[in-house]
């Protein structure tokens, strides 16, 4: 139960889902905490669960897409606890849309969330780490793997945290931080993300056993089972991993 003790940590979009279960997983395992996100009830309620399990924690409103808001982030964390030993940019919203139906309009906002914000994430994390080494954890997605017709602006975001961690996990290793960036790629998880995707469709149970059986698991993921792999790259288990991708996704990008 220590196998991030005596680091700090902050989770973006950690208020709900695969960023709330990372940020529970990561205080359990002895880390300090900063809960990032825009979803200041939720995320105080994280913070609230993780104090009242005896771990410390702290929640700060941030708008990803924003680089102001992340100079606030950091310092506040450096403020509270003093370092920084792990950012995991989770942060990101779906949107579903082909290459005609998308509108420029929604291309930049899926992009300056999903993209803009691990970047910005990255390029500060990097400047709090580099003087003691830390681990950057990115989430992608299979959809950054692999393509759907259906999510062209969701498909260039996640691919692009792909292709820039493997960029900044060079820099940073060539540079001598000690610093190890990786993503993570999950399949289908039912958080209330992808719930929102299917949140028009009238017969919820039909549609997701639709996704289901995307899987050759045969199931969907929870947001734990993404969490224990960002934990891993967290710890200093993957001390020799950077710039590579993790995958959970149930078996389907195999196919």
Not at 105 to 112: A, F, G, I, P
Not at 123 to 146: F, Q, T
Request: glycine letters at 12%.
């Amino acid at each position: 139960m220590a196998r991030v003790s005596g680091k700090v940590a902050i989770v973006t979009g950690a208020s709900l889902g695969i960023g709330k279960a990372t940020a529970l997983m990561l205080a359990r395992e002895g880390a300090k905490v900063a809960v990032a996100d825009l979803k200041q009830e939720e995320g105080q309620a994280v913070v609230a669960e993780i104090e009242a399990a005896g771990g410390e924690a702290l929640f700060i409103p941030l708008d990803v897409s924003r680089e102001e808001d992340w100079a606030r982030a950091i310092a506040a964390v450096l403020a509270r606890f003093g370092r920084l030993d792990i950012a995991v940019n989770n942060a990101g919203i779906a949107y579903a849309g082909t290459v005609e139906s998308t509108s420029l309009h929604d291309w930049h906002r899926v992009q300056s969330i999903n993209l803009d914000g691990v970047f910005l994430g990255t390029k500060a994390a990097i400047a709090a780490m580099k003087g003691h080494g830390g681990s950057i954890v990115n989430l992608s997605s299979i959809e950054g793997l692999i393509g759907d017709p259906t999510l062209a602006a969701y498909n260039a975001s996640k691919g692009g945290v792909r292709l820039f961690t493997k960029s900044a996990a060079l820099h940073c290793a060539q540079s001598g931080y000690r610093i190890r960036v990786n993503s993570v790629h999950p399949g289908y998880i039912w958080t209330p993300m992808v719930q929102g995707l299917t949140g028009e469709t009238p017969d919820q149970l039909a549609a997701r056993k639709r996704l289901e059986a995307l899987h050759p698991l045969g199931h969907l993921g929870e947001a734990d089972d993404i969490a224990f792999g960002i934990l891993y790259l967290a710890s200093d288990e993957s001390k020799f991993m950077t710039g590579s991708e993790l995958v959970i996704d149930g078996g389907y990008t195999a196919q």
